[in-house]
């Protein structure tokens, strides 16, 4: 079946793939007066990533931290259409014309919620459906590398999705619940209680400083016959951890983790993953075998499959190996009518959600000048008297030349546990500002909170944190 939009025939249709930071961010700005939209996610809600970490040991729940992409849509001056299903298939040489425009067709394939929200791979039915677009725009984000080590897929938590959180809280409620049920034996119980972070970029410092909280908190409390055998250990197979900050705040990262017993062991790369041990190389050489409990598995990004397919169809353009490439006006290249953000490409920026929600905005706006510009195009050629024609022609040499994409670096923060942060901040050209304790954590949380999306989300994390602070976090397992 063909997915029809709103559709408005006189306008041209823009299908956006994703509701993440970068795909969001444009559809908040996107001018739907000029344009019918459909969004198309797996999801049907943005995730504010930052505050995910948070949610793996109940510091704030969930919840608190997706806002319904059908909220985001519902302020649009027309209305926009969003499908919860999966792009499975870019097809640009279909091409079917229709009036002036170019039209392609492509596929998705309808998702059961279920499939989603346990993220199994069994679907147990299943729709292929074909949606005509004038311009895509590609914001699917990237997936969790694993670099063909093998095993962490199966035993290892990646930490990307709300699923992820869910199941990392999970299996660290489990890894307690066993070590504590009588007569497990020493080795055992130190085993399970050995919590394991591979990758000390943001994503495994904060996760591990999550996780030292909640041990600190909330578990000395509750099993205090456990909490003093738990052990967290940071692997990192480069010389130092947070490899994208300045060095005083790498000192101090590793400092703090010295002091909240965070084991962090540098220049180790893990080799492969069992099920209850993983093969570590040590920077002597030597191959070591260690026990853990619990496994989460954060060495950065590669590109999703239907960006590799894609890819595919441009040989000639498209050989980057980190995703997607663009030009300066994030248009696709080889391709007329579609666009890329976000992490599915491959910038000179970082994947970042600074960068992916700074594109969405600015794409937006390089969409609403090109409607203005084809619109004053048209009446131009319908204009009679010469006057008009001037005052049209002036007009149209104002938005003719869209300029490109520039990205404004605001800093980067990071929390690394005990109520301290560490930011690199840039204070204009050629100025920055290192700073890191907990003066930096009162900043990292404002900070937060005013980048969140909505009204919503801030009163749900505000009383989260409130709710944390005076009853401590739920050790419950769902
Ligand atoms: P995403 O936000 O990942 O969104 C991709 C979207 O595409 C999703 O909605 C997904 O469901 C959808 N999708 C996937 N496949 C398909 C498909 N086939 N068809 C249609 N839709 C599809 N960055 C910062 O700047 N500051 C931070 O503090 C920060 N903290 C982070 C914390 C964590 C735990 C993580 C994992 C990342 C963090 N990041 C942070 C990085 C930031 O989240 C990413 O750079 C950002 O999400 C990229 O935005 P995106 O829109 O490209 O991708
Ligand atoms: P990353 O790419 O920043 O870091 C991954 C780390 O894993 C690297 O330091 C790498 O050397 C290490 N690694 C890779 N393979 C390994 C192996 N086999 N064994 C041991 N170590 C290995 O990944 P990330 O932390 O997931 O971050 C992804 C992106 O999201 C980055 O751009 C980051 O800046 C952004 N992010 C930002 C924040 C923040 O600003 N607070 C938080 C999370 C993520």
Redesign the pocket.
């Known amino acids: 079946p063909l997915v029809q939009a709103e559709t408005d025939p006189e306008k041209k249709t823009i299908v956006i793939l994703g509701s993440g930071w970068a795909s969001t961010s444009f559809l908040k700005d996107i001018d739907t007066d000029h344009y019918n939209v459909v969004v198309v996610s797996p999801r049907n809600y943005f995730l504010f990533?930052?505050l995910l970490?948070e949610t793996t040991v109940g510091t704030i729940d969930v919840r608190s931290v997706i806002e319904p992409t059908r909220f985001i849509a519902r302020h649009k001056s027309r209305s926009v259409k969003v499908i919860e299903a999966e792009c499975t298939q870019i097809d640009p040489e279909n091409k079917v014309t229709h009036g002036l425009l170019g039209r392609y067709l492509w596929k998705i394939l309808d998702s059961l919620i279920t499939t989603y929200l346990d993220n199994s791979d069994v679907k147990e039915e299943h729709a292929v459906s074909t949606l005509c677009y004038d311009y895509l725009i590609v914001g699917v984000g990237a997936m969790?590398?694993t670099?063909g080590?093998k095993g962490v897929e199966e035993y290892g938590c990646f930490?990307k999705e709300v699923w992820d959180a869910q199941k990392i809280r999970t299996k660290l409620m489990n890894c307690i619940e066993t070590a504590a049920f009588p007569d497990q034996t020493p080795e055992e119980i130190d085993r399970l209680l050995h919590m394991v972070v591979?990758?000390?970029?943001?994503?495994?410092?904060?996760y591990a400083a999550e996780l030292h909280d909640f041990l600190v908190d909330d578990l000395t409390s509750w099993y205090p016959e456990l909490a003093g055998k738990v052990k967290i250990t940071l692997?990192?197979?480069?010389p130092n951890?947070?490899?994208?900050f300045s060095k005083k705040l790498i000192d101090y990262t590793e400092s703090t983790f010295k002091e909240q017993n965070i084991s962090i062991c540098t220049k180790?790369?893990?080799?492969e993953v069992h099920e209850k041990e993983i093969e570590?190389k040590r920077p002597d050489g030597t191959v070591d075998n260690i026990p853990y409990g619990l496994l989460v598995w954060?060495?950065?990004?590669t590109s999703r499959p239907l960006v590799r397919d894609l890819m595919q169809k441009f040989p000639e353009t498209q050989q980057a190996r980190r995703g997607l490439a663009v030009d300066e006006w994030l248009r696709l290249d080889g391709s007329e009518d579609i666009y890329a953000l976000g992490?599915a490409t491959a910038t000179r920026y970082?994947?970042?959600?600074?960068v992916a929600a700074q594109q969405g905005k600015y794409l937006a706006r390089l969409f609403k000048q090109l409607a203005v510009r084809e619109n004053l195009e048209i009446e131009l050629m319908n204009a009679s008297d010469e006057e008009e024609v001037a005052k049209k022609e002036r007009k149209l040499r104002k938005v003719k030349d869209v300029k490109p994409f520039q990205y404004s670096h605001q800093g980067?923060?990071?929390?690394i546990g005990s109520d301290k942060a560490v930011a690199d901040l840039s204070l204009g050209p050629g100025g920055s500002l290192a700073s890191g304790g907990v003066v930096t954590f009162a900043f990292w949380r404002s900070v937060y909170i005013s980048s969140l999306f909505s009204t919503r989300n801030r009163a749900l994390v505000i009383t989260d944190w409130l709710k944390k602070t005076a009853l401590g976090r739920d050790i419950s397992r769902e």
Do not use: H, R, W
Request: include cysteine; aromatic fraction near 4%.
């Open positions: 990533t930052p970490p969790s590398a670099f080590v930490l591979v990758g000390g970029g943001p994503t495994g410092i904060e692997i990192e197979a480069l951890v947070l490899p994208a180790t790369m893990v080799k570590v954060a060495t950065g990004n992490d970082a994947p970042t959600a600074q980067s923060l990071c929390y």
